[in-house]
């Protein structure tokens, strides 16, 4: 059994809840791309605890956290860095950038412009940083946490399709209910609890859950399941653009880091439709004028596809 895994889930989760109300599933999930080794959008409206939700998991770890606001004047080297000529030494000295870090908060990422967005490009995917030619390394563990807000459109640029595919996950953390808000103006009465939180798990922790995630042991019976449900994607004549074969990788790896902190050595179909709809809702184009949205699609596909029934331990 997956009991490492299913610790570090529940360590976790107790510290996050000191500071967020409410927001077992999104936690849940986020947990999961970290441990998938992927890397998370949060599509919501300010103040519903985007940067908080970011630098609480980074306070649980006790890891660098770094934040970039993105504007529209945002360059590519405010990203990454750039050589600086010291007329000391005579010579060009690297300014790194924040992402040589370990949690990233990319707040507001669709306001800068293209050219600045792909600055995220290779370091999200490759995990490397070439500056003039010469190639470094960010932190590690490194995880990026991209924000954009859904309502306001005016001086943004959309992440374009190639990059959206870079992030394992776009979940919303939502506003809370009447209960749960309640429960925010009781905690945050005096003290913003955050001040005070505590590490409780470890980078070492976080890189032997990874590996324990890896090894989850995938039937063939739930790989089928994960293909049929990426090409009804493709299938659909409601889409112009399915899920493409990186979405499929995902959907399987997230399933497995799933099923690990869950305290499992092997994926179930549950776990698969757990993280189906924050995996693949922004990987796919629907046709125009079609009265539905990403994520019902995404929902009536997990709804409709037959689900495998055996011995998923062997």
Do not use: W
């Not at 059994?1 to 809840?17: P, S, T, V």
Request: net charge negative.
């Amino acid at each position: 059994m997956a009991n490492q895994g299913n610790q570090f889930y529940h360590k976790l989760l107790e510290n996050l809840n000191l500071v967020i109300v409410g927001k077992d599933q999104v936690l849940t999930l986020l947990f999961t791309a970290l441990v998938a080794g992927g890397h998370v959008l949060l599509e919501d409206v300010p103040g519903t605890g985007k940067t908080k939700l970011a630098k609480a998991l980074a306070k649980s770890f006790d890891l660098e956290f770094s934040r970039i606001q993105f504007t529209p004047d945002l360059l590519p080297t405010d990203v990454t860095g750039l050589n600086v000529y010291d007329p000391k030494s005579g010579e060009f000295m690297l300014r790194t950038g924040p992402v040589f870090t370990n949690i990233l908060l990319a707040d507001e990422i669709n306001r800068a412009t293209p050219r600045t967005q792909a600055g995220l490009l290779e370091v999200m995917e490759e995990r490397q940083v070439t500056i003039d030619g010469k190639t470094y390394l960010p932190g590690n563990p490194f995880f990026v946490i991209a924000t954009q807000n859904p309502v306001e459109t005016a001086g943004t640029f959309p992440l374009p399709e190639a990059q959206l595919d870079r992030f394992m996950m776009k979940l919303s953390v939502g506003f809370p209910n009447h209960e749960e808000e309640m429960k925010i103006l009781v905690k945050y009465m005096d003290t913003d609890p955050l001040e005070s939180l505590t590490s409780v798990v470890t980078a070492e922790e976080l890189d032997s859950v990874r590996k324990e995630a890896a090894a989850v042991h995938v039937s063939n019976a739930i790989l089928d399941y994960i293909v049929r449900l990426t090409t009804a994607t493709r299938q659909s004549n409601d889409v112009l653009m399915g899920v493409s074969p990186r979405g499929t990788l995902a959907l399987m790896h997230a399933a497995k880091a799933h099923a690990c902190l869950m305290g499992r050595d092997y994926c179930i179909p549950d776990d698969v439709k757990t993280v189906a709809s924050a995996v693949l809702t922004h990987r796919i184009i629907l046709g125009y004028g079609k009265n539905t949205d990403c994520v019902r699609f995404i929902q009536d596909i997990v709804k409709e596809t037959i689900v495998p029934t055996e011995d998923f331990e062997k």
